[in-house]
């Protein structure tokens, strides 16, 4: 009998003055986990994971994700509370520019990862000595507008307004700004290292 009531459960699910009743089916070979309550609530009631606090008998449910619902205690038709909210429209619109600011993230990156091969190439010496000083040179340039690309983002995501309770997207807008001061310090290494190239040609010394 546990085995079936973990591969299938119906709950009813109390949010403020509503009681939403959620059936779970686990996929085919699987049994029920938190996550599994976690995502049909999301549906429900359009309210994120990040905003959920799930609560059986004074106990919260979602602090582990992994865990089988059945070792939570939970029976067919028992009762959780839901706390949580959906993001306003206003949190909504920023969550959009968060996502827009982490799509052109991931082009700079991409750019970054291109300077980066073309400097190995010239450092390895794939290129002909007349083609390397113009090749650092626009590497060189590349690198800078890089970095006021990554610059012009952090202001970006300092400028949003995203609400306290949304913890996801705070959590992923600090992620974004710590991803961002390590590539700003990867610019900075890779300049130096330019500077070094174009200051040993200059010198007639070989790379």
């Known amino acids: 009998m546990a085995a079936a009531k973990a591969k299938n459960m119906k709950l009813q699910v109390k949010h403020g003055s509503k009681v939403h009743e959620v059936r779970l089916q686990a996929e085919q070979g699987n049994v029920l986990t938190v996550q599994d309550l976690v995502k049909k609530i999301n549906e429900v009631t ?38 949580g909210k959906r993001p306003d429209p206003v949190d909504d619109k920023e969550m959009g520019k968060l996502h827009n600011i982490e799509q052109s993230l991931k082009k700079e990156e991409e750019k970054l990862s291109e300077i980066t091969y073309e400097l190995d190439g010239v450092h390895r010496g794939f290129l002909e000595d007349s083609l390397k000083r113009p090749a650092l040179q626009k590497s060189r340039k590349r690198i800078a507008h890089s970095t006021e690309q990554y610059m012009k ?20 807008r600090k992620s974004l700004v710590d991803r961002i001061h390590t590539l700003l310090d990867r610019c900075d290494g890779l300049a130096k290292g330019i500077d070094d190239m174009l200051a040993r040609l200059a010198a007639n010394i070989p790379l």
Not at 153 to 172: F, I, M, Q, T, V
């Open 46 to 83: 359009e309210i994120p994971p990040a905003n959920q606090k799930i609560l059986y008998k004074g106990k919260t449910l979602n602090k582990d994700l992994d865990v089988f619902l059945t070792d939570t205690g939970l029976t067919d038709n028992a009762k959780v509370m839901l706390l």
């Open 153 to 172: 983002l952090l202001e970006a995501l300092d400028g949003l307004n995203l609400d306290p309770s949304n913890s996801g997207g705070r959590a992923k």
